[in-house]
């Protein structure tokens, strides 16, 4: 039986970018960096932005273009803040 959510994983170009995306404008907290070893696919990077674990791993992107998304909900007062 399914007792929860373990983790999104995003594919992604520049992880630094990214990186700074999950700790600035979402507050997240990075928890692990695999820095130059590979454990499954890439160089991962894992982060906790409130309570949901994010995973990045360095890649490149879709071929075709896709609808593909997560949408996180922010307050409207606080996002031209963290930008």
Same mark, same amino acid.
């Given at each position: 039986?399914? $007792?929860?959510?373990?983790?999104?994983?995003?594919?992604?170009? =520049?992880?630094?970018?990214?990186?700074d995306?999950?700790?600035? #404008?979402? =507050?997240?907290?990075?928890?692990? =960096?695999?820095?130059?070893?590979?454990? %499954?696919? %890439?160089?991962?990077r894992f982060?906790? #932005?409130?309570?949901?674990?994010?995973?990045?791993?360095?890649?490149?992107?879709?071929?075709?273009? %896709?609808?593909?998304?997560?949408?996180?909900a922010? $307050?409207?007062?606080?996002?031209?803040?963290?930008?």
């Amino acid at each position: 039986m399914i $007792n929860g959510l373990s983790h999104i994983t995003f594919i992604v170009r =520049d992880p630094n970018k990214m990186e700074d995306v999950l700790t600035t #404008v979402l =507050d997240g907290r990075k928890i692990h =960096d695999s820095g130059t070893q590979i454990f %499954s696919y %890439s160089k991962e990077r894992f982060f906790d #932005v409130v309570g949901i674990w994010i995973a990045i791993m360095e890649g490149n992107p879709l071929k075709e273009r %896709s609808y593909n998304h997560i949408a996180f909900a922010l $307050n409207a007062e606080e996002f031209d803040e963290k930008l």
